[in-house]
């Protein structure tokens, strides 16, 4: 099959799609997302939960040239000049509400902002970016993140807009802390699972889909949804999925997605998102031509 004949572009999720633990993407997965920037003329874009800046590795490995949707739509972020061509950021009383009531429940969160991760030093997930920070070798993929300053008092004072509250959990005892949070506001945000042990709050209608739809509308930019394969895998997938020509769920997905979704393919740990583009969207003349190239453009 040579599905990059109809659907010219692609459009990927990030965590539990192309990335498996530790935000680590695998050499092979590396290769073939490569391979489809030669030979679709970079046309590859991310949609990620995750802040843009928390990705800035992958931009880099990838050669991305196309608009980065993150923060699960609340932001898209050209990524070759860092211009923000869209952000929709939680009502100010809303995040402030949000937060007051996780910190008073002493409830483990993560802010994010345009520009910068806030959490607390002991949180399980700023843990976890701290972890992947400290095996870079590059200083330029640092994710940004402060442990130290107070951003309830940034935000009271209105210098910064919340985008994103993630809450990850660990057990059923400490979801249940989660959507205690959360039922008081379930009219005015939105929330979603954006992994299986991660719940999101954002503001209300924002999804990856809607962003899309902005991106697409955009005079600059004017795609057509339709004409794009996306790969995802979680409940924050599910809007953008709806809305374009092809969709291919991995085989860790939820299974709403692999409902919707065209095709599934094998897990990411397995390498599903490359075992696709080898063998359904590429041709083997295509293979043949730019695979070689891909030690050569990306050094």
Known sequence: MNLVKKYPYVITDLDGTIAGKGYLINPETYEAL???????????????????LMAKEYFAKLKIKTPIISCNGALIRDSLTNEIL????????L??????????????HIVYTANMVYGHPESSRIAFMLKYN?????????????????????????????????????????????????QPFKNEVDGVFSQKDLFDIQALNINKGNAFKKLCALKEYDYDPQQFIFYGDSYNDLEL?????????????VLELKKIANTTT????????REHIFTEVLSKEQLAEFLPQVKNVFK
């Open 86 to 93: 869209y952000q929709q950021p939680l009502p100010q009383a």
């Open 241 to 253: 999925a709806k809305i374009v020509g092809y969709t291919v769920a991995m085989g860790n997905s």
């Open 34 to 52: 490569q391979t489809y920037q030669l030979a679709s003329n970079y046309h590859l874009f991310l949609a990620s939960g995750r802040l843009d």
């Open 134 to 182: 400290a095996q870079l070798d590059n200083d330029n993929y640092l994710i940004p993140i402060d442990t130290e300053t107070d951003y309830v008092s940034l935000l009271k004072n209105n210098e910064i807009e919340v985008l994103k509250i993630l809450f990850p959990f660990n057990s059923s005892a400490e979801l249940e802390q989660v959507q205690a949070i959360y």
């Open 95 to 108: 995040a402030l509400a949000v937060l007051t009531n996780a910190i008073e429940g002493n409830v483990d």
């Open 266 to 273: 094998m897990t990411v740990t397995d390498n599903g998102v």
